[in-house]
């Protein structure tokens, strides 16, 4: 048989060192080889006498349960009992390894995972004053996006380009949202209320229009503005 070199302090049952000698083996745990499996265990508990370790009795309780099997599997059968299926008398032992085998499992991934968040870190949540929720799922979005397409065409019919006013479209520098989003907010600060088309007024170019168009949606985001349809007229709130 071939040597064993355990460590004897490593295994937390009888359970854990039979799985260990299973695995150590390669052998199949519904299939267990019994004797080897035995005469292994057998030579665990002689190693830890040999070394003045205190056996459990745990582990002595398995010894003579491992015994018992072993011998029961290397009496003779009757020739009466051949015929009928006789009881494995490894069953019950198989079934406590494998349900051993599970919460090990189940133990061994937590265990990877209690000290996952030792070296993470997380802002306190900060006091939120004056908070205003508002419901968008109210707001006339579409009637917003019809408007911006209005916009957008009445700017067309009145801009016709000619073939010189795309000299230098690529290299012309796009309208900062940022800029639009101050300006947009100074004009709801002054008046409370605008219409939407208003603020298109003297716009040069399609960069600005867009610029506006996304500076009016960052203030709704941002619960700064809302919009409202009055006779069918799109208008920009100031929520402050």
């Known amino acids: 048989m071939e040597q064993l070199s355990l460590k004897l302090d490593a295994f937390e049952?009888?359970?854990d060192l039979l799985l260990h000698l299973i695995q150590k083996n390669k052998v199949n745990?519904?299939?267990i080889p019994i004797v080897l499996i035995t005469d292994q265990y057998m030579e665990y508990i002689e190693q830890a006498g040999k070394t003045d370790l205190e056996i459990s009795s745990e582990f002595l309780v398995m010894a003579a349960?491992?015994?018992?099997?072993?011998?029961?599997?290397?009496l003779p059968k009757h020739e009466e009992l051949e015929e009928e299926e006789e009881e494995d008398p490894?069953?019950?032992?198989?079934?406590?390894?494998?349900?051993?085998?599970k919460y090990k499992e189940v133990s061994e991934f937590?265990?990877?995972?209690?000290?996952?968040?030792?070296?993470m870190y997380f802002k306190a949540p900060g006091k939120v004053n004056d908070f205003k929720v508002i419901n968008n799922a109210q707001m006339p979005f579409e009637k917003l996006a019809d408007a911006f397409q209005r916009v957008m065409e009445k700017f067309e019919e009145r801009n016709n380009p000619s073939k010189e006013s795309f000299e230098g479209i690529v290299g012309r520098e796009p309208v900062p949202v940022k800029g639009k989003i101050k300006q947009v907010k100074r004009v709801l600060n002054s008046k409370g209320q605008?219409?939407?088309?208003?603020?298109?007024?003297?716009?040069?170019?399609?960069?600005?229009?867009v610029a506006i168009f996304l500076a009016v949606?960052?203030?709704?985001?941002?619960?700064?503005?809302?919009?409202?349809?009055?006779?069918?007229?799109?208008?920009?709130?100031?929520?402050?």
Do not use: H, W
């Open 110 to 119: 937590f265990g990877d995972r209690k000290n996952i968040c030792d070296y």
């Open 65 to 74: 349960r491992l015994l018992y099997i072993k011998s029961k599997m290397l």
């Open 29 to 31: 745990i519904y299939d």
């Open 217 to 240: 949606l960052e203030l709704i985001r941002d619960c700064m503005a809302t919009v409202c349809v009055n006779n069918n007229e799109v208008y920009i709130n100031n929520c402050e």
């Open 194 to 209: 605008v219409s939407f088309v208003s603020l298109f007024k003297e716009v040069k170019s399609k960069s600005e229009i």
């Open 13 to 15: 049952g009888p359970l």
């Open 90 to 101: 490894r069953q019950e032992l198989i079934q406590n390894l494998i349900e051993y085998k």
